[in-house]
């Protein structure tokens, strides 16, 4: 745990992932150590192949590591069993993804509610919390449209609002803008800053400096291993559009 008063959300400590590939093995992860706060805003930014996928479906319990342990907001995963790891998917992290995986049959409040079905959460408690998330993100006015009636900026904002609605720990986007526009994608980085400046853990997957000087720190992942920059280097970095 963190000594200076706030609680760490995030601990990895030695995390390797290797994959057999027939007779052979690939080193996915080599021994990444990483502390995340509460209320944080980190990015994680490197190239295709780099780790970067393994490295969120372990912070996402979505895998789990090969060695090394991975502590979330205070407990290890490493060794829970699949229910238990289903458990943890659906309170304690909110995930948004780069295709909004959002149900087309159902409109936007029931697309965010659905998480709350899960939890065992029901009737008028679970329609006034997905509402409440819905306005969080500004588009209570969208609660019965269908994700075709919805620009991909809307959608997105959906799957945030969806991502919110059980409270998690923290909020973990994965190439958030991949498809998105130019003014889409402030829209929502202008969200993730919203929530961020109201308390949010937030973690993004990049692998765009652009989008990774958004946040408050940037750590590089490249060959599996993990580096740290600070975040107005990587500002620079995206201005010049190199890595």
């Known amino acids: 745990m963190s000594t200076s008063g706030t609680r760490t959300i995030i601990e990895l400590a030695g995390v390797r992932k290797t994959y057999a590939t027939g007779a052979a093995a690939v080193e996915a992860l080599r ?102 998330a819905l306005d969080r993100v500004g588009l209570s006015d969208r609660a019965d449209h269908r994700p075709g009636e919805l620009s991909g900026g809307q959608q997105q904002r959906v799957a945030v609002a969806r991502a919110l609605v059980t409270e998690p720990s923290m909020i973990l986007a994965d190439e958030p803008t991949g498809n998105l526009d130019s003014v889409s994608s402030a829209d929502v980085l202008a969200l993730f800053r919203e929530l961020h400046d109201a308390g949010r853990t937030i973690v993004l997957i990049t692998h765009e400096n652009d989008v990774a000087a958004e946040a408050d720190r940037v750590l590089t992942i490249r060959d599996g291993r993990i580096t740290e920059r600070a975040a107005d280097d990587a500002a620079t970095k995206a201005k010049v559009g190199t890595l």
Do not use: W
């Open 31 to 132: 021994g990444i150590d990483v502390r995340i706060e509460e209320g944080e805003y980190v990015a994680i930014i490197g190239p295709s192949g780099s780790g970067k996928s393994t490295l969120m479906h372990i912070l996402g319990c979505l895998d789990v590591p090969t060695e090394g342990t991975y502590e979330l907001a205070g407990r290890d995963v490493s060794d829970l069993a699949e229910a238990e790891l289903a458990h943890i998917r659906n309170r304690e992290i909110g995930f948004v993804f780069q295709q909004f995986n959002l149900l087309p049959d159902m409109t936007a409040l029931r697309n965010v509610a659905l998480p709350l079905a899960y939890a065992g959460v029901y009737g008028a408690e679970r329609e006034e919390r997905a509402r409440h």
